[in-house]
């Protein structure tokens, strides 16, 4: 082959390469896009740095210079943090109640010292931008902001309200996700969230495409107690068989040999069926097996093996903290431990409370809740949620088989929720299960994801409050 021919067929190949780069920053918006995100990752927007507000402020300016009216821009003080509604007008054609889109604007604290570059400076490396929050949940913050900016900027009415709440503690108390659902109800009052903290789909570790598209529906409720025994005490030199430190172990050894019953919702019966049918293998089976049949015994213990697996299929408790005793040579006079349950959707946290105590069948152990939790039932089957995340989803990748879950962990959706708003999780979250480090040391996230969450969400809006 001639030197000439080889330059061509390697220009040809640059050329093709760079059609993609090119095409994924040729986004309209998508500069407007990459300052945002990263205005939004350098504001360290941490519980007691006071910047939520001041994201809020700055997203605020974007708003009302995108030509959204002042009054339809809400910056919500709610005590040290603050909350963000704007309201995109429709002009009523689909006779449809509004539809809320739900992010937070915090994020977990992350240390220069940890990291291995600033977690608070945009850093584009490798296919990667890195940085806290680049991906929760700035990701889907900026995602949705562009959105309503370049759907404004091309002078599209919807067909109902869309209603943009952006929650700023929703990685600590939630209070003014609480304060969105209630205090502020008349601005937020909608049919369903979209929620851009979660959704997506697990790129395999070789590359190529996933084998589904996740939809959160449902989440399990978060609650903590603390367990305490209690003993008069005494000197270390006369023990006794009574003992604050041994009482108390015993009774986590009951919890730690005790497995909530097996439950089940519409939503995990899907998830079972759908990803089994996919696996190959045994595992495949045995999840067919428990989704046609979840009172089979022996697929439930098969699926407990996995940790992932078995927190879909029931409520799991777990000792994660400890305190005893007071002095070396002193009998404790007392000793706790911190449980942390997930109950499952529908289960009820008194009767998980009442089943803990009898597990541990030791009256004189006290329990304590922690914090008020938020019950939440699964979110129903929304046709029009589903039809608009088809469009969506086709754009990255074309069908892509929609599969809702339940997630262990909280989101806002579950405020929504409680509050009779059903909540779906939705994002284009695109990545390798490697590179998910939500709420971990260096969290990154495909450059290619930032820019095809651009895409998602001018569709998926485009698609859920669209006239026909
Ligand atoms: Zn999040």
Redesign the pocket.
Request: aromatic share 0%.
């Given at each position: 082959m001639s030197s000439v021919n080889k330059f061509l067929i390697y220009l040809s190949f640059y050329l093709f390469w760079n059609s993609f780069t090119l095409a994924d920053r040729a986004i309209p918006f998508s500069e407007k896009a990459l300052e945002i995100y990263k205005t939004a990752v350098e504001m360290r927007t941490v519980e007691g740095f006071n910047q939520v507000p001041r994201l809020a402020r700055y997203l605020k300016s974007e708003f009302i210079s995108g030509g959204f009216a002042e009054r339809d821009v809400r910056v919500l003080d709610i005590d040290s943090t603050a909350a963000l509604v704007v309201r995109y007008r429709g002009d009523g054609s689909l006779g449809k109640k509004a539809v809320c889109i739900s992010?937070?604007m915090d994020v977990v604290d992350a240390h220069r010292s940890d990291w291995e570059r600033d977690p608070f400076k945009l850093i584009e490396e490798d296919g990667y931008f890195f940085g806290r929050g680049t991906s929760?949940?700035k990701l889907?913050l900026t995602a949705v902001t562009i959105a309503f900016l370049r759907l404004k900027s091309e002078g599209w009415v919807p067909g109902r309200d869309l209603i943009i709440a952006f929650s700023g503690d929703?990685?600590t108390s939630m209070n003014s996700t609480k304060a969105l659902v209630n205090q502020y109800r008349h601005l937020t009052e909608s049919e369903f969230v979209l929620n851009a903290?979660?959704g997506g789909a697990i790129i395999p570790e070789s590359g190529g495409t996933p084998s589904n598209f996740y939809m959160q529906a449902a989440e399990k409720t978060y609650v903590t107690w603390e367990m305490t025994a209690r003993n008069p005490g005494g000197h270390s030199s006369l023990p006794r068989s009574d003992n604050a430190i041994y009482d108390l172990a015993t009774a986590l050894g009951k919890i730690q040999r005790f497995t909530f019953p097996v439950r089940y919702n519409d939503i995990t019966l899907e998830y079972f069926k759908k990803t089994g049918q996919q696996m190959k293998g045994e595992i495949g089976k045995v999840m067919q097996t428990f989704a046609s049949d979840p009172y089979d015994g022996k697929s439930s213990g098969i699926l407990r093996m996995s940790p992932r697996l078995s927190a879909m299929l029931s409520t799991t408790c777990v000792a994660t903290m400890l305190r005893a005793g007071h002095a070396e040579n002193a009998l404790p006079q007392s000793a706790t431990a911190t449980i942390n349950c997930r109950v499952f959707p529908g289960s009820g946290i008194d009767a998980t409370l009442e089943q803990l105590k009898v597990v541990i069948d030791n009256p004189n152990i006290e329990f304590k809740m922690l914090d008020q939790p938020t019950e939440s039932n699964a979110s129903p089957r929304n046709l029009d949620v589903i039809k608009a995340l088809r469009v969506a989803v086709d754009t990255k990748y074309p069908d892509l088989e929609i599969i809702s879950v339940m997630s262990s962990y909280g989101?806002?959706g579950m405020h929504f929720r409680a509050a009779g708003i059903p909540s779906y999780g939705v994002s284009a979250n695109y990545g390798k299960a490697s590179d998910d480090f939500?709420h971990g040391l260096n969290e990154r996230v495909l450059v290619e994801t930032f820019y095809d969450n651009l895409t998602h969400w001018y569709v998926l809006l485009r698609a859920v409050a669209g006239k026909y």
């Open positions: 992010a937070h929760d949940n889907g929703e990685e903290d979660a989101t806002d939500a």
